[in-house]
């Protein structure tokens, strides 16, 4: 049985009208129009086509043959006890409807199985649905046309232009129907932008509908940058944001709806202030019983000055490099001074509540490629090393560069239209190698005489080494950069090892990536599962001398279980993956596209941004045309169920 979107009854429309507008990603107005027939790409930053060159390798290289040599018991320098879902994701309020579904009746299909692959390796998921939106953002009974989310661009604000938003419980309904389903925890934010009026419901609602699944509500996001967005006067600063902060405390205090008092974060700063700063007026001490974590906020670097002009100009081919470096998560870390140590002297975990590649959208060919997928593996374990407690990768609208995973520009002829980014793939090696016992302790090895270009950490677990993450930076076709780890465990090693490996011909390769032999293939083309074979290598150990010899490619990613346990307890079982009876293509008379120009066309009355986000270019008849076809939605798919069974019938 099939159902009919109505998307797909606008979209038929607009075809035989065979003329679209293409809106670039970054302005405002129509670049042109074309006839589908000739129709090209659109420019949507999600689906850049941008190939960076690849750095040369390094002039002198690494040595390619090292060794590994692991202690049992009584290590010192290993982590706090890490979960399984450490690395998880932080999704643009704006963008809730594209990319968690419709309402409560209407889940995205491909995003309860990403979640889901999740699930299977770490045990959970962590999600927080925030960001810039939600400091404007107002929970409403209902809203004019019945959508669950509704952005006014009319009153759009900050240099990146966020809209205010109006939404139902739907959205939050929609959140426990997922956790239902997939294990997934969630993070929310009180809105900070009137503390004489506090807009509390989202913590009332939320507390009620989610339970258990939500673990903690953001106060204030970045407020260190509220005076220059116009926010706040010039004057606003550390104590200043205490202030705001105790009122709001004071605020749930005399909520007899909000039961949970202790499930707020802060001080989620972009880096303007320094930790220190806030430590000093006392707000981690004098708020301790109501906070849940210490939070910030942190992107390497920014590409602001290409989207609107501020900044300092960068360009992604310069960047490149200097993301293909073990320096670079240690630079971020270097960023909180005694941060994570004085988080756990006060009781609470710190958390890297929102980064990714750069600010304002990332770049591309960069925030897009396999590099951007062996970085955010290598950040993420330096961030469990440092004793971070979570780190959430933010994921934006189809005008960025960075997104782990983005539904799809305009509906095609089923739903696997998914795109997935490299930083899902690290996400995925990431939970394996920390696996789900959440007793995993990571330790930086300095592997290689603490080579930049071939870092390595090992995973203990009771005291005993359990997993070694081996990741290679340099892209070298003639194999020449390949290493090979020679592993030894005090006592001995075991008769075996098995190796997963995340691969790629190039750090530049955008797209087709594989992990252990499976992928999410190319743009617009998943459901939010891996097809392919699963390939896990096993390699043979050399017990007599002690040593398991694991090579690396040039470029690539190494994961190798110790023990069978370890893996099992890495990947438990096959992933409960969802279907759904709802389709983008019908039965019957239809308009016959050539799927080339369906891919790259606007559809929906020149629709060039369906999937909204929080950066100037979002076009405002996007976001209605979406909305203004809500209320036909289920009337729709109620008739295609009666004409669906009579079909079956025949």
């Not at 590994?68 to 994701?89: A, P």
């Not at 009137?194 to 673990?215: C, F, H, P, S």
């Not at 200097?322 to 998560?329: R, V």
């Not at 499976?518 to 390939?535: A, C, E, I, K």
Request: proline share 7%.
């Amino acid at each position: 049985m099939r159902l009919l979107l109505v998307h797909s009854l606008i979209f038929s429309f607009t075809l035989a009208r065979a003329a679209v507008t293409a809106y670039g990603p970054h302005v405002q107005s129509p670049l042109g129009t074309t006839t589908a027939a000739s129709a090209s790409y659109t420019g949507a930053a999600s689906y850049d086509t941008t190939i960076l060159t690849a750095p040369a390798p390094p002039n002198p290289a690494p040595p390619t043959q090292f060794n590994v040599e692991l202690q049992t018991g009584g290590v010192s320098g290993l982590s706090i006890q890490q979960e399984g879902s450490f690395f998880g994701f932080s999704i643009e309020f704006s963008v809730t409807t594209q990319v968690l579904g419709l309402n409560s009746s209407f889940l995205q299909v491909p995003f309860l199985n990403l979640m889901a692959n999740l699930r299977q390796r770490g045990g959970s998921v962590k999600v927080r649905v925030g960001g810039n939106t939600q400091e404007t953002a107002t929970l409403v009974a209902s809203t004019p046309d019945g959508a669950a989310l509704e952005k006014d661009y009319g009153k759009a604000s900050n240099p990146t232009a966020t809209p205010p938003l109006v939404f139902t419980s739907e959205i939050i309904k929609m959140m426990a129907e997922i956790s239902a389903l997939t294990d997934v925890y969630w993070y929310m934010g009180v809105p900070f932008n009137d503390t004489q009026n506090w807009r509390l419901q989202i913590a009332e609602v939320g507390e009620a509908m989610l339970g258990k699944y939500l673990i903690g509500l953001q106060a204030g996001n970045e407020p260190d940058l509220y005076s220059r967005h116009g926010h706040r006067p010039d004057t606003y600063g550390p104590q200043d944001y205490k202030n705001d902060f105790g009122l709001l405390i004071d605020a749930m205090n005399a909520d007899s709806n909000i039961p949970n008092k202790n499930l707020l974060i802060g001080p989620n700063l972009a880096g303007v202030w320094s930790l220190p700063d806030i430590w000093q007026t006392g707000f981690a001490t004098d708020f301790n019983q109501n906070l849940a974590a210490l939070g910030v906020e942190r992107y390497p670097t920014d590409n602001c000055y290409a989207l609107f002009g501020i900044g300092t100009p960068r360009y992604g081919q310069e960047m490149f490099p200097s993301f293909l470096t073990h320096q670079s998560g240690k630079d971020i870390v270097k960023e909180f001074p005694g941060a994570a140590d004085y988080a756990q002297s006060v009781g609470k975990p710190f958390i890297m509540s929102e980064t990714n590649t750069a600010s304002c959208g990332g770049f591309p060919g960069l925030s897009d490629s396999f590099g951007a997928a062996l970085w955010g593996i290598d950040y993420a374990l330096q961030l469990a090393y440092s004793n971070f407690s979570t780190v959430l990768f933010h994921v934006g609208g189809q005008s960025v560069y960075y997104n782990p995973f983005t539904p799809p520009v305009t509906n095609q002829s089923t739903f696997h239209q998914w795109t997935i980014g490299p930083i899902y793939y690290s996400a995925l090696a990431v939970a394996e190698t920390l696996g789900s016992s959440n007793t995993a302790q990571v330790l930086d090895l300095q592997a290689n005489g603490g080579s930049d270009y071939t870092p390595g950490y090992a995973i203990y677990e009771n005291g005993q080494p359990v997993r070694i993450a081996l990741t290679n930076f340099i892209s070298d076709p003639s194999g020449s950069s390949d290493y090979t780890a020679s592993i030894s465990i005090g006592g001995t090693v075991p008769p075996s090892v098995k190796v997963k490996y995340l691969l790629a011909d190039s750090v530049s390769q955008i797209y087709n990536f594989t992990w252990a032999g499976q992928t999410f293939g190319g743009p617009f083309s998943s459901d939010g599962r891996l097809v392919g074979t699963l390939d896990i290598q096993t390699i043979p150990c050399d017990q007599t001398n002690n040593v398991c010899q694991v090579k690396v490619p040039a470029p690539g990613f190494a994961l190798v279980f110790l023990t069978d346990n370890a893996l099992s307890e890495s990947d438990q079982s096959p992933t409960m993956t969802f279907s759904t009876t709802a389709y983008t293509d019908i039965h019957g008379p239809t308009v016959t596209i050539d799927p080339s120009v369906l891919a790259t066309s606007n559809g929906e009355k020149g629709l060039a941004d369906a999937l909204a986000g929080t950066s100037k270019g979002r076009q405002m008849n996007s976001a209605l045309g979406f909305a203004q076809a809500l209320p036909s939605l289920f009337a729709v798919m109620a008739g295609a169920l009666v004409i669906g069974r009579l079909a079956f019938m025949r």
